[in-house]
């Protein structure tokens, strides 16, 4: 259910808007482009990209008005090994923090678990069913990315060339969406409006 409006409300979901259209078209393209294999590594690459973009503004905003910029940097990007180099450390400061929410939580374990399991296979790999299912199942907006299906698959029927469209697995396309729209929703979880992320995640006139 939609909250009500306040004030800057409208700015903010339209940055979200142009955020979606910009951002994570991008990551769309760039997971087309991979094998199952890099799709899963890219994937998991640019959403723990967006928990740094998310414990650094946590840290800022506590510490404020002193600057620690030096320090969150050194905790999260210090070369050549930061102290908070790892996807799970990461997961579970934004966990404890409150940062993102018990469900948030489990879709960033299951991701690390699909991601071992593809960064240490020299065989050929391809994403299962199984894999998929995981993954969305254990999305917070499971019902939200279910019901928005037909909108999710125009998105990409609108933004891929078809022929490479056809080239994918249901599963790959399955978990193709589930990782731009945890991408988002990563991004969403540093709004002011982080109660108004289902309407933000459900394709409608805005995203045309």
């Given at each position: 259910m939609r909250m009500g409006s306040k004030p800057g409300d409208k700015k903010r979901r339209r940055q979200a808007v142009e955020r979606f259209k910009g951002e994570e078209l991008s990551l769309a393209r760039k997971l087309s482009l991979e094998s199952d294999r890099g799709c899963v590594l890219v994937a998991a690459a640019a959403i723990e990209e967006e928990m740094v973009r998310l414990l650094k503004a946590h840290f800022t905003a506590q510490?404020?008005?002193d600057d620690t910029s030096g320090i969150s940097d050194w905790l999260l990007a210090a070369r050549p090994i930061p102290p908070l180099q790892s996807f799970w450390v990461k997961a579970s400061l934004c966990r404890v923090l409150g940062l993102v929410s018990a469900e948030v939580y489990k879709?960033?374990?299951?991701?690390r678990d699909i991601r071992n399991a593809f960064a240490?296979?020299?065989?050929?790999?391809?994403?299962t069913a199984a894999e998929a299912n995981n993954f969305i199942g254990s999305a917070a907006w499971e019902v939200e990315l279910r019901d928005a299906q037909d909108g999710?698959?125009?998105?990409?029927n609108e933004h891929l060339h078809e022929s490479?469209?056809?080239l994918f697995s249901e599963?790959?396309?399955?978990?193709?969406t589930a990782a731009v729209m945890l991408h988002f929703y990563m991004y969403v979880c540093g709004l002011p409006i982080f109660e108004e992320r289902f309407s933000l995640l459900t394709p409608d006139e805005e995203f045309t």
């Open positions: 510490s404020a008005p879709q960033l374990e299951v991701l240490h296979i020299s065989e050929p790999v391809e994403i999710l698959s125009t998105f990409w490479d469209s056809q599963p790959r396309l399955q978990f193709m």
